[in-house]
């Protein structure tokens, strides 16, 4: 089995993961618009009414922006019971999911993970193919150590750099929304998505793909983001493949199972 991933957009303009398998696909949030969400299926092959499932992190518009779209084409909609009814997903096509407990979509094992976020039940995901792992959190104000394990068990983590602490000071927010950002339930900072990588990952003595997510177009910088992180993680002493995620567009694809994984790195598409 080859396990292909693909970012359909990451930030506050649009949240979107592909998971496909071959036999099984699943989307991690439909946050980008429909277009966006059609032309990132495409460029593997799929449609949205052939998703097994669209499994939500949370409400946030950024997170749901095509749910409309994904009901009418019928998809199933895994989410817990609070984003379920933040989010309003029918009952007719929800599969309630919860923290820690695994569920099962072809070959995908997935557990949902706890996550500290202003929603009403958020939650990140760990997904196990047969040949790889792959941790999945954006929209965290802070990681907590139940996460490590998770991390550390993982081929690709796609994690959450949303800013750097010194720009979004610094910068034109208003001051609750930078105490909201900078709060235990707002978004994680690149300093910090360093020190949670090395916590997790120092020792375990093998090189991950990490893929940063949901970087704020106003207080961040792709290359600003991938140096904290990497220079966070050199004191592991482990080399790891660090890849700020553009906003827009449907790459990178990284896929696994036809071993050695890879990761193809392809042009930062901000706008
Ligand atoms: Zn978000
Ligand atoms: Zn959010």
């Not at 700020?244 to 036809?258: I, K, Q, S, Y």
Request: with cysteine; glycine share 10%; net charge neutral.
């Amino acid at each position: 089995m080859v396990l292909h991933i693909r970012s359909l957009g990451s930030g506050s303009s649009g949240n979107a993961l592909l998971l496909d398998t071959g036999n099984a696909a699943i989307v991690i949030d439909c946050g980008v618009g429909v277009r966006a969400l059609a032309n990132g299926l495409a460029a593997s092959g799929r449609s949205l009414r052939e998703l097994d499932a669209v499994f939500l992190t949370h409400e946030h518009g950024d997170h749901v922006r095509s749910l409309p779209n994904a009901v009418r084409a019928g998809v199933r909609l895994a989410a817990t019971a609070g984003t379920a009814r933040a989010a309003g997903v029918p009952s007719h096509l929800w599969e309630e999911v919860r923290v820690g407990r695994e569920c099962r979509v072809g070959g995908l094992t997935i557990t949902p993970l706890r996550v500290s976020h202003d929603a009403a039940e958020p939650c990140g995901y760990h997904v196990r193919s047969d040949d790889a792992a792959i941790t999945v959190v954006t929209d965290i104000g802070c990681g907590d150590e139940a996460l490590d394990e998770f991390l550390a068990a993982s081929d690709l983590i796609v994690l959450e750099a949303n800013h750097d602490e010194a720009m979004l000071r610094q910068g034109p927010y208003p001051a609750h929304l930078k105490r909201r950002v900078l709060s235990d339930v707002g978004h994680l900072s690149n300093a910090d998505c360093g020190r949670l990588l090395l916590r997790a990952l120092n020792g375990t003595g093998r090189s991950r793909t990490i893929w940063l997510a949901h970087l704020s177009q106003t207080n961040n910088r792709p290359p600003l983001a991938r140096d904290t992180v990497a220079r966070a993680l050199a004191a592991a002493g482990t080399p790891h493949e660090v890849v700020p995620l553009a906003r827009h567009g449907h790459e990178p694809l990284w896929r696994c199972g036809d071993r050695p994984s890879v990761a193809v790195q392809m042009p930062l598409l901000l706008s």
